[in-house]
């Protein structure tokens, strides 16, 4: 009991922990431009904490938002969120393909485009935006394959070429990086209008968009960048803590077989559980989120398995055996010497050493009232069917 007690008292330990830790993360204060750094593939994870770290550089006192890029690229349904966060900021959006040999690839492309700015370092390059199925087999050689793959590719071209006119850059080249996959380095970008300005370095880049002006509305506004402080945001650990708290209800499920809590280690189980499902993605967005209704009916279905699990394990426990030695308590047989208070008796086909706390008659009917060491059985004699019911009870109940 007082171990059921201590398991349950660190689960609320490390639940309460995490509660504090992850208020303190959204109470941090903006600086005046927000930097996150992306250094990999587009996926949901980052949309979402790009989507989370814009939405906090809006609500703050954020000048500008600025995302340092290197990507060959992501899932076009991850750059979609990203982009859309980007053209509903109120303040202005920067991207900017760094460091040197750095790369904005495929889905990475179209976010710079989608950009109020867009810089690139020295020797960095952008484009190669052709859409590549990750399906299984791809879309084939077939007809069908060729037709489905011209509709992504006329989808992406269309939206590249949207983005780009949206922030007044160079169509064509838009829809050449996406059509033709063609790739371009920075000073060539910078020549066809592709992007804003090149920038060797954060402060040669801050240095280069002071006074710039961006449209909101239809109306320009400039940003200001003299004397800006760069906050940078790193990845937090909250889908972490939700994967580990998942992985804590199932240990907690497991021991709840395996050590007497009375039904506490499934409680704390249930509790990590639907904290692991609602912190594992936070997110503003509602087709980020998992939905409140699987998490309740995922616990609600894990209670019940475990609730029925455990009813067979109890019951099985106190099911009587049914073979072996213990198995034959409560047999009947019959004496074949005398018992006085030793000599042998015969149940079940075989012939057994016995003794009895009575004297017992040879031939009389006895019941085995349990087995002890070296295959020897103690029995008593049967009298009459209340008797002995009344006598195994009392048995029962002293063992």
């Known amino acids: 009991m007082l171990k059921s007690v201590y398991l349950c008292s660190l689960v609320i330990l490390v639940l309460l922990s995490t509660g504090l830790l992850l208020k303190a993360e959204e109470i941090t204060t903006p600086a005046n431009i927000r930097v996150v750094r992306v250094a990999g593939i587009i996926n949901p994870v980052l ?123 160079n169509r064509d080249w838009a829809e050449q990086i996406v059509r033709d ?7 060539e970008a910078l020549e066809l209008k592709a992007i804003d300005l090149i920038a060797t370095d954060e402060q040669d880049l801050l240095k280069k968009l002071d006074d710039r002006t961006y449209l909101r509305n239809g109306k320009p506004r400039k940003l200001v960048t003299r004397g800006a402080v760069l906050s940078y945001a790193e990845m937090t650990w909250r889908n972490y803590i939700g994967v580990l ?87 009947r047989g019959q004496a074949v010497t005398a018992l006085d208070p030793r000599g042998q008796v015969y149940v079940h086909g075989e012939y057994w050493d016995a003794h009895a706390e009575e004297t017992i008659a040879s031939g009389s009917e006895i019941e085995i009232v349990r087995s002890e060491a070296n295959l020897k059985l103690l029995v008593r004699a049967v009298k009459d069917n209340s008797t002995v019911s009344t006598a195994k009870e009392k048995d029962y109940v002293s063992d």
């Open 181 to 187: 996959s063609i790739s371009t380095a920075a000073q």
């Open 245 to 331: 708290l998942i992985l804590l209800a199932i240990i907690l499920f497991i021991l709840e077989i395996k050590v007497v809590s009375y039904g506490m280690l499934t409680v704390g189980g249930l509790i990590a559980l639907t904290f692991g499902s609602l912190i594992l993605v936070d997110s503003p967005e509602p087709y980020l989120q998992i939905s409140r209704s699987v998490i309740a009916a995922t616990v609600l279905i894990c209670a019940s398995v475990i609730s029925l699990v455990l009813f067979f394990v109890v019951r099985v426990q106190k099911t009587r055996f049914v073979s072996g030695l213990e198995g034959m308590i409560g047999e």
């Open 47 to 169: 949309a979402d904490f790009i989507s989370v770290e814009l939405d906090t550089a809006n609500n703050g006192n954020a000048r500008a938002f600025l995302i340092e890029l290197d990507t060959p690229g992501g899932l076009d349904s991850s750059m979609r969120v990203i982009i859309q966060k980007i053209l509903a900021s109120k303040i202005p959006v920067i991207v900017y393909v760094y460091p040197s040999g750095a790369r904005a690839a495929s889905a990475g492309a179209l976010i710079t485009l989608a950009a109020d700015f867009a810089a690139m370092a020295p020797g960095t390059n952008i484009g190669a935006a052709h859409p590549v199925s990750i399906g299984i087999g791809g879309t084939g050689d077939n007809e069908q394959g060729n037709t489905v793959m011209e509709k992504v590719v006329n989808d992406a071209v269309a939206y590249a070429r949207s983005l780009a006119e949206q922030r007044g850059r």
